[in-house]
């Protein structure tokens, strides 16, 4: 299962997937002229016989009068699916934090860092630069090899980028490019050899490009990128968590687990980039508020991808599916593994899709409040992605052999939709009138 980021869709060029998510999620790698894949450029090599440590995990949960961390919903109007408390009992009596406890505080801690800086973000537009002499041509190498590697494999990403100011899509480009490698330990061609030690390594490799000690190339453009923008190291530290926890689960006993997952590869993308995207000027919105947008939009966009792809995986062994809503639905891993699609089955679905549309009703609260350069790409990602729940629906949810899609003709029927909704004015705080 891959990462996830917040969707930049193309109102340019609409025929090559919907941007960084499918260029990662389907599996597209980056391959040069010889064949072999460029993850032998991207990476350091790593000793196959190292071993290294297996990650444990316990998590807890219960049914609570409480909201999603990232959603304004409530109990009564959330469905059937459970909603989770910040603070649950174990089985052993322990008291533990839920997941979306944990990853709230993340969103308060990444809000809080830059909350001042991304407000004057526009009229600064980045940070000065001190150029090294001999290192400027370096560096902008740097950036453009980033933007190759987007063009080649992530064409509507890339062209959604344009829309963007050049310091802000050459600040993407450097985070996608990331992402990517990232993703490659897990789901490249090197993949079962990969162990924990390797992604420790890869750990230490980004707190060195943070303390602005690149290793390579590609590292030095996002090095250069976090010393002009307000980004912090946590998301991508989770991110790297996120792989781990592929190496050793590929079940999820319930939705408090596979949250946390769908936060580690894909909602700290959105974490990622709302500093580079900025919000705007005019807005009243709490950053907190923005940052919870950002969140949900990863969410529902992995949540989709789950939906979409439960075949694929299953033909890989793995279900990220929550096991006790399997259950209660009266279903079972063989069923999956077999394939099945029966009344239970499309009940259950109906359920799942439920879900993600919640967060991505969130999400798109979040848009508005985006920088107006930032807003048409991100909300016509948000509706073409959503739109795939709509094709696994018009399937009779049989997402275990048909793929769902969303067609040329739908994407290009999308854009001026998204685009009208990116006009709307930010919100303002409200202006009273004594009589």
């Not at 599996?27 to 350091?44: A, E, H, Q």
């Not at 990969?194 to 000690?213: H, Q």
């Not at 408090?256 to 990622?272: I, S």
């Not at 299953?314 to 006790?324: F, K, S, V």
């Amino acid at each position: 299962m891959s990462s996830t980021i917040i969707r930049v869709a193309s109102p340019l060029e609409l025929s090559g997937g919907l941007g960084f998510s499918d260029s990662i999620r389907e599996g597209v790698r980056i391959v040069d002229n010889t064949g072999w894949s460029l993850s032998k450029t991207l990476f350091t090599r790593y000793d196959e016989k190292l071993k290294g440590r297996r990650l444990k995990w316990s998590f807890g949960s219960v049914t609570a009068d409480l909201k999603y961390a990232c959603t304004g919903f409530s109990p009564e109007n959330a469905g059937s699916f459970p909603i989770f408390s910040s603070l649950v009992a174990t089985p052993a009596g322990e008291i533990a934090v839920s997941s979306e406890q944990k990853v709230y505080d993340v969103v308060l801690k990444q809000a809080a860092l830059v909350k001042k800086q991304l407000r004057s973000i526009d009229e600064l537009d980045v940070k000065p630069e001190i150029i090294v002499p001999g290192t400027l041509n370096l560096l902008n190498e740097a950036y453009d090899r980033c933007e190759d590697v987007c063009a080649e494999y992530a064409k509507t990403f890339y062209l959604g980028t344009m829309l963007m100011t050049p310091e802000r899509r050459r600040a993407i480009w450097a985070i996608y490019v990331w992402c990517r490698r990232t993703d490659e330990f897990v789901d490249g061609p090197n993949a079962s050899h990969i162990t924990p030690t390797a992604l420790d390594r890869w750990e230490k490799r980004l707190e060195d490009l943070f303390a602005g000690r690149p290793y390579d190339m590609f590292d030095a453009a996002l090095s250069d990128t976090v010393s002009k923008f307000p980004v912090d190291i946590q998301p991508f530290k989770d991110m790297i968590e996120g792989m781990r926890m592929d190496l050793v689960k590929s079940r999820y006993k319930n939705f408090d687990e596979l949250y946390l997952y769908c936060y580690y590869v894909a909602g700290t993308v959105g974490l990622m980039s709302v500093p580079v995207m900025g919000i705007d000027p005019s807005s009243q919105a709490s950053t907190e508020s923005v940052y919870n947008a950002a969140l949900a939009l990863g969410l529902a966009n992995q949540l989709t991808n789950i939906l979409r792809d439960v075949g694929e995986d299953a033909r890989r062994g793995r279900i990220y599916l929550p096991q006790d809503e399997l259950v209660q639905a009266g279903l079972s891993d063989e069923d999956i593994f077999a394939g099945r699609v029966t009344d239970k089955w499309r009940s259950f679905m109906k359920s799942q899709i439920k879900r993600a549309r919640m967060f991505f009703k969130e999400a798109e609260k979040g848009v508005i409040e985006l920088n107006s350069a930032s807003r048409w790409p991100v909300s016509a990602s948000l509706l073409l992605y959503s739109q795939i729940l709509d094709e696994i629906e018009a399937n009779d949810y049989n997402n275990f052999t048909k793929r769902a899609y969303v067609s040329k003709a739908k994407k290009i029927m999308a854009l001026p939709i998204a685009y009208t909704k990116s006009l709307k004015s930010p919100t303002r705080t409200p202006t009273f009138v004594n009589a």
